[in-house]
């Protein structure tokens, strides 16, 4: 069984930053990716970044990272706009006994508002 638990998000102002993890565990040979996405109210999820690939809207501004050794990724999302207030899922691509799979968190919440 795999968990996969993201933390980070909460209220910001315009022009400021956080940082989102994204961790996961339990059977895990290895971890093939973790991307992240995000879904604003009313609006389909979409892909912010993966890998070296970014959305042009947030190019520039975030950043994707992984620790391999920690089994985690990470959000930097510098110069934070009100237009990326959306729940923010980690999608991790684990390899374990029983294959390659893709598994989502339960969301963490970024709000960025005056």
């Known amino acids: 069984q795999v968990h996969v638990v993201e933390s980070g998000g909460g209220l910001v102002q315009p022009g400021g930053s956080l940082k989102l993890s994204c961790v996961a565990s339990?059977?895990?040979?290895?971890?093939?990716?973790m991307d992240w996405y995000r879904q604003a109210p009313g609006k389909q999820r979409e892909l912010v970044a993966a890998?070296?690939s970014y959305a042009d809207s947030v190019k520039g501004r975030f950043t994707i990272s992984r620790d391999s050794t920690k089994n985690s990724g990470y959000l930097q999302m510098n110069g934070l706009k009100p237009e990326d207030t959306a729940v923010y899922y980690c999608?991790?691509?684990?390899?374990?006994?029983?294959?390659?799979?893709?598994?989502w968190g339960q969301g963490t919440q970024v709000t960025v508002s005056s």
């Open positions: 339990g059977s895990i040979f290895s971890i093939r990716a």
């Open positions: 999608n991790a691509v684990i390899q374990n006994a029983r294959g390659i799979y893709s598994y």
């Open positions: 890998m070296s």
